[in-house]
């Protein structure tokens, strides 16, 4: 007998090693599902943290700009009355020309000061607002980001305690019992024999079920609902270790018995009050056979940085961003494409309303000369083209006498700022340019600055279209442009550097202008050009053909502005002679002035 339990017993030590090796690994997940939780939620503590001194940031940035605004009112309505009084004396001079109206002069000139000091103490708190508001967004994001996670961890958790119990109520094990039965006084020793044997079996499925349930993780969770399932408890075998009478009238057996619970998949569930599709794989629960499954669908933004890319969810695709779909939960694998640039890949686990941006970074090794590429504003336009120039020596100025050895790469726009590109920022922005809060534009007439009373970017003068390049605006204003395109794309604009400019221009040419030495007429829209815009209005900005790197107007239709705080333009334009024209040549005005032959094109900077 005692042989036989031997063997029995080292017989069954490799399914105790295998069980007791699942109960260990599995309660695990658990417990790292525990572990990122309080991770998360104390990373959520200090994101909100963070958040919430943002917001305090920003509420206070919004408060100043405010406060600013409102002085702007009132420092326009005392240049207005300043104004009018100005002019109430100018009249009375008429009559009387000893008159001292210097008093009226001061108070208008205050005023108009006044108005400047408030102009540009707006443009810098609008553009720390933005920077803020920037930063409070991705605050935002970032907390939201965590509590999503929190909020798949805590599925995650769901699905892993159901793991969980399904293992521990999986096991086989052996139950050793002992019965005592007073067999009846007509019934034969087999018959008793039998009886007691059944007896003693049923106490053996109490007794695995009773050790199954307290040996489980959430034993008391489990013990509360257990009188609602049926843990399905089988007999493999079992094996009588003693059996007989022991005081002449009491029989009594003890049995080795093996038994394991088969219960349904859905039950694990009801014992830890848990819906009942946390049992099934996910996409995979129905409540009732052959009823038609029940999942849940949300809603998926995707944008990214880029412009005209390419997105696929789950391999299908959908165009280019911003898209907005409706997605079912669960993993989903999202790809942005774009020529030129590494794809972004990301598996995404969606269980609620969802935005992604996707960033999407240049592969270097296509960092080309000529190369043209434009951002996305906020995914629904793009910034204007711009096209690369490698580091490296050039030879610039005047019979190519200066060497510069460019250290970075840069982007310069293919094309100067159009009237559209203008007019997109002032729309975003309420933007007031110079010339607008001068009320004054200038031109040159008969070699003389002249000023254009109520003259502005809109109404230069001449009749200017969509693509015509925009004029009238002062170094200030292109460089405001170039804050602000900045600050949309996520990528560093600004103005170029005589030298970029200049290097840009001449395209490897060591001659004075692109294509040679001596200007060619019709070739460029200069004064006295031999075009139909010369010394009459600029022209569109791709009215004549590119220099080797495929950027236009190089040569004439506007001057532009350069980083050179004298206020420093290059190129020539439609109402200069052709030799100013030449890339080594200089105009210096005023950076807050503002004319209609300058405009200016943007450099975007690259890492």
């Keep these: ?149 929190i909020a798949s961890l805590l599925e995650d958790k769901k699905r892993a305690r159901v793991e969980r119990l399904k293992s521990e109520l999986g096991q086989t094990k052996q139950e050793k019992v002992s019965f005592t039965n007073l067999c009846q006084s007509n019934m034969t020793i087999a018959q008793c024999t039998a009886q007691t044997q059944e007896l003693a079996l049923q106490k053996a499925v109490k007794q695995f079920q009773k050790n199954l349930i307290d040996q489980t993780s959430e034993s008391k969770l489990v013990e509360r609902n257990i009188n609602n399932v049926s843990l399905n408890i089988h007999v493999l075998r079992h094996k009588t270790l003693d059996v007989g009478f022991y005081d002449g009238m009491r029989f009594k057996t003890v049995l080795q018995v093996e038994l394991d619970a088969r219960p349904s998949e859905s039950t694990s569930c009801k014992l830890l009050d848990l819906e009942s599709k946390y049992c099934f794989a996910p996409g995979t629960y129905a409540e009732k056979p052959g009823s038609q499954q029940e999942i849940a669908w949300v809603s998926l933004s995707i944008r990214s940085n880029q412009y005209n890319d390419r997105v696929f969810v789950d391999g299908v695709s959908y165009g280019s961003t911003p898209v907005e779909i409706m997605v079912p939960v669960g993993p989903h694998m999202i790809t942005v494409q774009k020529d030129g640039f590494r ?178 007429p019709g070739k460029a829209n200069t004064g006295w050009g031999g075009t139909p815009w010369s010394n009459k209005s600029t022209s569109p900005v791709s009215a004549f053909a590119s220099n080797p790197l495929g950027l236009y107007d190089m040569v004439g239709n506007v001057w532009q502005w350069t980083t050179d705080n004298r206020g420093l333009a290059k190129g020539g334009a439609w109402n200069f002679s052709p030799a100013m024209a030449e890339a080594y040549q200089r105009l210096f005005i005023a950076p807050s002035a503002a004319a209609n032959y300058v405009g200016f094109r943007v450099v975007r900077e690259i890492n």
């Design 1 to 149: 007998m005692r042989q036989g339990l031997t063997a029995l017993f080292l017989a069954l030590i490799p399914c105790w090693i295998a069980s007791s090796a699942m109960a260990e690994g599995t309660p695990s997940s658990v417990i790292a599902i525990d572990d990122a939780l309080f991770s998360k939620n104390t990373e959520l503590e200090k994101a909100q943290d963070a958040r919430d001194k943002q917001k305090q940031q920003l509420d206070l940035q919004q408060e100043q700009l405010d406060k600013l605004s409102q002085e702007a009112q009132e420092y326009d309505s005392d240049l207005a009355k300043a104004k009018q009084s100005l002019a109430q004396d100018y009249q009375r001079m008429i009559d009387d020309p000893d008159i001292d109206i210097s008093q009226s002069q001061n108070a208008y000139q205050q005023a108009w000061s006044s108005v400047k000091q408030n102009q540009k103490a707006r443009l810098e708190a609008e553009q720390k607002t933005q920077d803020v508001k920037f930063k409070f967004d991705q605050a935002q994001a970032g907390v939201k980001g965590i509590e999503d996670n």
């Design 343 to 520: 794809s972004f890949n990301r598996e995404l686990k969606i269980n609620s309303d969802h935005n992604l941006r996707a960033v999407l970074r240049e592969k270097e090794n296509k960092l080309v000369a000529g190369k043209e590429f434009a951002d996305a504003i906020n995914g629904r336009t793009k910034a204007p083209d711009v096209v690369t120039i490698l580091s490296g020596e050039y030879l610039i100025g005047e019979n190519a006498s200066k060497q510069v050895n460019l250290d970075h790469a840069y982007a310069i726009g293919a094309t100067p700022v159009t009237v559209t590109q203008f007019e997109n920022f002032i729309s975003k922005t309420n933007y007031q340019t110079d010339a607008e809060l001068k009320n004054t534009c200038t031109t040159v007439e008969g070699s003389e600055v002249t000023p254009i009373a109520k003259s502005y970017w809109r109404d230069p003068g001449f009749k200017q279209y969509p693509n015509s390049p925009v004029v009238c605006v002062s170094r200030n204003d292109a460089s405001a442009y170039a804050r602000w395109l900045s600050n949309e794309t996520g990528f560093k604009y600004r103005l170029p550097s005589e030298d970029e400019w200049e290097i840009a221009a001449l395209a490897g040419s060591h001659d004075n202008y692109w294509w040679g030495n001596k200007f060619e």
